[in-house]
């Protein structure tokens, strides 16, 4: 029997449809009116969501598209092609004394009270599968489908954890995307057996409900070496979050980092030699920076082949307590910049990114009450700069700003009306080219895929090294491979731009390019759910890499 709240809900919904709403202001309307009708308080997008589903269930209403997407907690969740899910680390010893890094007990370093993947993951002491369990079914609550998930595990230095959790860690996540059942005794387990079970886990995944396509871990620069890498990607990991903050060995050394920028370059282009996908941790406003020498910064490493990265986060740094470099404010050597001198510097940064960068992020949610007054408090900084920029006239080029997401002019897109664009590029000993699919004026990003020809003078090097696997001597490497839009079930049929062959013309299209070099082997690394994709092409898995070889 339907109790009061249900049927108030499924009110809501009715009278939705009935004056066929298509905006937030017209579900804002309803709930007003029905909380003010029963004297309730208003309803969340997620107990209507539900409400629709049952009525739809019961037959009693028939199934809209519209209003789904209406009652769809932030939509934007969802609109890169698969839904992202940050599981936290224990606190653990941190080996760097960063000058701008909060150190708060109970939470890895780097990390504070407030921020909301932290409290999620306090409240769950830690636990990665329910971390992974709760965070899916919040999602799924809030309509975003969870089938195709970016696992982005995060807490200081994955690099520095001890081995067995690490291996431990990942295995709970799989088995959480898995369903499988939370075993407590896993960590009685030695770390050989939790190997095993951990890949029994992976393969496992490549069928399961929610697949893990990408995964990916945050670490140091100078923690990074052969061995290293190798052991992150037997854990599944496809793409490397690399805490570089500047690329200035002064600045480097002012802000105690422990490492010089040599150590950057280096393992940037060891990860890209092992397919990862490469994204730099950049931070504004540091101790003895300024704007200018950001921006030059940020110059060098959009244009030195020695760096060149995938995608950047890049977070102005923000003033706590917590950090040593509060007595740097504190004995007036240190200033945070303002709010218009951020903008500006950020504007200047965007202007210069090339179109190979996506710019994930530009602003940690650290809770403004921590941030010392006159330090950086704009929670919406992107929506800011999207402002200035259309009072501007001028657009972003990074892949986020133009990936096609849910605009509506390309609901039913034609693929008539799609173009294939090449990028050549040097970066880190080898040739990148970058493919997309994009509207004639470049406006809207469908679908990418980075291919990486590592130059002869690095495949000798590595052929000597015993340690570098086999698999990937003289091989060309995809790095990448994302079709962009919202997010579409595996199975699905006639999506707007997911499973229509894009991402297959993109991998033909790279190995033609590969094999016209002299390759006559090409290796793709996949996250374990994508597996079976790259199967149906002709791949087949061989030291956690999908590889095939280009016949003549």
């Not at 496809?238 to 950057?264: F, M, P, S």
């Not at 679908?447 to 990937?472: D, G, W």
Request: charged share 30%; proline share 5%; net charge positive.
């Amino acid at each position: 029997m339907k109790n009061d709240n249900e049927k108030n809900n499924q009110l809501i919904i009715k009278e939705l449809l009935n004056i066929n709403a298509y905006s937030a202001d017209d579900l804002a309307m309803v709930k007003r009116k029905i909380s003010k009708l029963k004297k309730i308080p208003c309803s969340t997008n997620i107990a209507l969501l539900k409400a629709y589903h049952n009525l739809v269930k019961e037959k009693s209403i028939a199934p809209n598209k519209n209003l789904e997407k209406l009652l769809t907690t932030r939509p934007v969740r969802s609109l890169s092609g698969v839904v992202n899910v940050s599981v936290l680390t224990k606190p653990y010893p941190c080996p760097g004394n960063c000058l701008y890094c909060p150190n708060t007990p109970n939470f890895p370093r780097s990390y504070l009270p407030g921020e909301p993947a932290a409290e999620r993951a306090k409240k769950l002491n830690f636990d990665p599968y329910l971390q992974i369990q709760k965070r899916l079914e919040m999602l799924s609550l809030g309509g975003h489908p969870t089938d195709k998930i970016e696992v982005r595990i995060i807490g200081a230095t994955w690099s520095a954890y001890p081995k067995k959790y690490q291996v431990w860690f990942c295995k709970k996540i799989f088995d959480a995307c898995n369903q499988d059942k939370n075993n407590s005794n896993d960590k009685k387990l030695s770390e050989a057996n939790l190997w095993k079970k951990l890949k029994i886990a992976q393969k496992k995944n490549e069928k399961a409900k929610h697949r893990i396509v990408a995964l990916s871990f945050e670490t140091r620069p100078d923690y990074i070496d052969i061995k290293e890498a190798e052991r992150m990607r037997q854990l599944g990991a496809t793409k490397i979050e690399l805490g570089v903050q500047a690329v200035d060995d002064n600045i480097l050394k002012q802000n105690q980092r422990g490492h010089g920028v040599k150590e950057i370059i280096q393992a940037t282009q060891i990860l890209k030699n092992f397919g990862f996908k490469v994204s730099y941790q950049m931070m504004l406003n540091l101790y003895d920076s300024s704007p200018e020498k950001d921006i030059q910064m940020f110059q060098e490493i959009f244009n030195n082949p020695d760096f060149k990265p995938d995608c950047l986060k890049i977070y102005p740094c923000a003033l706590v307590k917590q950090a040593a470099l509060y007595q740097k404010y504190q004995q007036g050597k240190y200033s945070p910049c303002s709010k218009e001198v951020l903008i500006n510097t950020l504007k200047a940064i965007k202007k210069i990114t090339p179109r190979y960068v996506r710019i994930e992020r530009i602003i940690r949610d650290i809770p403004s009450p921590l941030i010392v007054e006159g330090g950086t408090k704009i929670s919406n900084l992107r929506q800011v700069l999207e402002q200035e920029m259309q009072k501007e006239n001028w657009h972003c080029q990074c892949i986020r700003c133009r990936e096609v997401q849910n605009k509506k002019e390309n609901e039913k897109i034609s693929l008539k009306n799609i173009y294939l664009f090449q990028e050549d590029y040097e970066a880190s000993n080898g040739k990148e080219i970058l493919l997309t699919f994009e509207d004639k004026k470049r406006k809207y990003l469908y679908s990418l895929l980075r291919l990486r020809l590592p130059f002869q003078n690095i495949l000798k090097f590595y052929s000597s090294t015993n340690s570098f696997p086999s698999e990937l001597k003289k091989t060309a490497l995809i790095r990448e491979l994302h079709t962009y839009g919202p997010t579409a079930l595996i199975n699905k049929k006639n999506a707007p731009v997911q499973h229509r062959g894009l991402g297959k013309k993109l991998i033909y299209k790279a190995e033609k390019i590969a094999k016209q070099a002299g390759y006559k082997k090409i290796a793709i690394i996949s996250g374990a759910g994508v597996r079976d994709y790259y199967r149906r092409l002709g791949y087949r898995l061989k030291n956690g890499y999908m590889i095939k070889l280009l016949k003549s």
